[in-house]
């Protein structure tokens, strides 16, 4: 029971945790990316996109194709809006928030859009659209995982995208910590104009971080949909993941090691009210307010605290314009 | 003589004192024309279909017959509502993000309000019941972020945002709580019967009472804020907290004061929605108009007046959308790519507005 309850958390974190190292990225060159839940549906989305079209125009479905044409449409699917993203905010100087939620709109727009027309050409009886065979292949996993008892069940039993995504964190986490490029990163969203005196290319650096922080994101989406709706999209639903995982960046506090475990804490949040005994309908719906609630909590906390390395980066949320020093 | 190796850059920006407003406008034109080209080229590439008959099929979806032209209006006025609502909070650089909760919040005690005391009380003690806990509910749930802003400095934009995810799994909590048949999750047309609690069509006009409530808070508030001392002291803090402070502004206190003003303003759509039009309530019921509305104001300047345009923007892309969704068979979701895409080239030519380029020319010395 404990170990179902926390595979299944993890199932649902690993998403979550693509969407926060993404963002958490981004926001360390100073860009607060509120376009992250729009992001992963247009991910999600292109690699159904991608997926259909190779599994409607061959007959046998080989496997390295099939894991490689989503992946290479999710990557490029995001990477556009990311660069929509850069394009307003960094070279034409607009506002992050309206420039993001109207990334937000306009992503998952696209999402429900093309998911629905995917559904008219396939001729679907469903309100959904099917990836078995693709999805299949995404959700292998080591052959050997169910030999090993509950080990193997909780630690091994899950597919590459969700062992990339922990790759991936501790991977950026080094990057923050140990390299040049990490600390040009975080000086960028602490205080730009220092950083600009010291010679770092600043809007490269916004570039960079919020074009790789999106395609990060949008691969979350698409292991949503490939592994764990099994290949299945249906319009919606992805629902509010995209805002949790920005939720899971404050969590975190802007690290991405501590992501890794925040996105278990919120996957067993969010999942929760299935493993609470005797609760009516009406209660689950008050338990899924838990991350949500956890969030803001420790958004106070650390304000309260005020200390300077846990509030994220300084200059989050602000353009830098040279001639405006 | 010492040659410089440094590379001279091709362009450079050069910020533009204040632009003419003729010259803005015409820049903000062109680039919404851009934009509904763009837009005509999605459409031709999705449906195959001229784009110059997409577009009367728009327009025709909006004005077609006198039912859709009020019904146009009506939802101009919910949203331009919320937009108003946004934005004093706004011109101060608060960013609140929070109005879907807010507004929410604000249809939930509309809604409850009808649902508990709907055939208790006389029709006119109920509405001022209904107006006051909207109000006063939806501006606590606005004050919560902006008390914590006000004293610890906390970020504004993301309390805010997680405050709606709460809201709505309060409001989902009572539409179990409150549904009809028990358990359905649903609550269906509130006291559908004796209509307690529902704004009353005047002369024969259903939602002309919304229009009018909203038209006279148009007014007010742009009155509010360009000449009053509010309304002053909202533009200074929201320049620069600094010169606030150095003229004895309290920061804090604007804050939460105009918080609150924004918070009660949502509380007022939220009774729009609840009781002028829906007659119901469920967790999708403001359906995302919480986010449009900062992007109206925003695109707006933050001029009340000139957000009836921008959410007339708004309205028409989606109730368009909607009619060319139907007549050839596409999602609905349509229009929030439109709008996306009219949303881009809008606060993309504040740029132009901004800054002029100018082209360096080769060889050229200072």
């Known amino acids: 029971m404990l170990i179902a309850f926390l595979q299944r958390a993890v199932m649902q974190g690993i998403p979550l945790l693509y969407g926060s190292t993404g963002e958490i990225i981004t926001e360390r060159s100073g860009n607060l990316n509120l376009g992250i839940p729009g992001i992963m549906y247009v991910g999600g989305i292109c690699g159904v996109i991608g997926a259909f079209f190779y599994e409607s125009s061959v007959s046998i479905v080989r496997p390295l194709p099939a894991i490689l044409i989503p992946l290479a449409c999710s990557l490029l699917g995001s990477l556009i809006m990311g660069l929509i993203y850069c394009f307003l905010t960094v070279t034409l100087r607009a506002n992050q928030n309206v420039t993001g939620l109207a990334l937000t709109t306009f992503g998952t727009g696209i999402g429900n859009f093309f998911g629905g027309s995917l559904i008219k050409i396939a001729k679907s009886d469903m309100p959904s659209i099917t990836m078995t065979a693709t999805s299949n292949y995404f959700r292998a996993s080591l052959p050997f995982a169910d030999k090993l008892g509950w080990f193997g069940k909780l630690f091994l039993s899950y597919s590459f995208l969700a062992y990339a995504a922990i790759i991936i964190a501790v991977v950026v986490s080094y990057i923050f910590k140990r390299t040049w490029t990490g600390l040009h990163l975080r000086a960028v969203g602490e205080n730009p104009a220092t950083a600009d005196a010291a010679g770092i290319n600043v809007n490269r650096y916004k570039y960079r971080a919020t074009c790789i922080g999106s395609m990060i994101a949008g691969l979350g989406g698409l292991y949503y949909v490939m592994d764990y709706a099994n290949g299945v999209w249906s319009n919606d639903g992805f629902g509010d993941r995209g805002w949790l995982a920005i939720a899971l960046v404050i969590f975190a506090l802007w690290r991405p090691n501590a992501s890794i475990f925040g996105s278990i804490v919120f996957g067993g949040l969010f999942i929760a009210y299935n493993y609470v005994a005797n609760i009516g309908m009406s209660t689950q719906e008050l338990f899924k307010m838990a991350p949500y609630v956890v969030t803001v909590l420790v958004l106070i906390f650390v304000s309260v605290r005020n200390k300077k390395d846990s509030l994220g980066p300084a200059a989050l949320g602000q353009s830098y314009f040279r001639e405006e020093r | ?366």
């Open chain 2, 1 to 366: 003589m010492h040659k410089s190796h440094v590379k001279e850059p091709r362009v450079h920006l050069v910020k533009r004192d204040a632009l003419a407003w003729w010259k803005a406008w015409i820049i903000r034109i062109l680039a919404v024309v851009a934009a509904l080209v763009v837009c005509g080229v999605i459409t031709l590439l999705v449906t195959g279909k001229n784009p110059i008959s997409v577009y009367t099929t728009m327009i025709d979806g909006c004005f077609g017959t006198s039912r859709r032209a009020w019904n146009l209006v009506q939802n101009l006025a919910v949203l331009l509502c919320i937009s108003l609502a946004v934005t004093p909070a706004f011109k101060m650089k608060f960013w609140n993000i929070g109005a879907e909760g807010q507004v929410l919040m604000g249809c939930l005690a509309t809604a409850a309000c009808m649902i508990l005391f709907g055939n208790r009380l006389s029709n006119g003690m109920l509405f001022i019941l209904m107006i006051a806990s909207s109000i006063i509910v939806a501006a606590v749930w606005a004050l919560i972020p902006a008390i914590f802003r006000a004293k610890w400095n906390t970020n504004e934009t993301l309390f805010t945002l997680m405050m709606n995810y709460i809201a709505i799994q309060i409001v989902s909590y009572f539409t179990y709580i409150w549904s009809v048949p028990k358990g359905s999750g649903q609550i269906g047309l509130i006291n559908s019967g004796t209509q307690a609690g529902w704004m009353p069509s005047v002369g024969g006009y259903d939602y002309l009472i919304n229009i009018i409530i909203v038209a006279v808070l148009t007014i007010v508030i742009q009155i509010y804020l360009r000449n009053t001392k509010h309304g002053y002291e909202i533009s200074v803090v929201g320049e620069s907290q600094n010169t606030a402070r150095y003229i004895g502004i309290s920061v804090p206190k604007v804050i939460i004061r105009t918080m609150l003003l924004s918070g009660a303003l949502c509380g007022i759509a939220g009774l729009i929605i609840v009781s002028g039009t829906d007659h119901t309530l469920t967790k999708t019921i403001v359906g995302g108009r919480g986010f449009t509305a900062i992007m109206v104001s925003w695109m707006a300047k933050f001029n009340p007046v000139s957000m009836i345009l921008t959410s007339f923007i708004i309205v028409f892309l989606q109730k368009g959308a909607s009619e060319i969704s139907t007549i050839y068979g596409l999602n609905s979701s349509f229009s929030d790519i439109l709008t996306g895409i009219i949303i881009f080239f809008i606060i993309g030519c504040e740029f132009f507005i901004n800054y002029s380029i100018r082209i360096n020319k080769k060889g050229e010395d200072e």
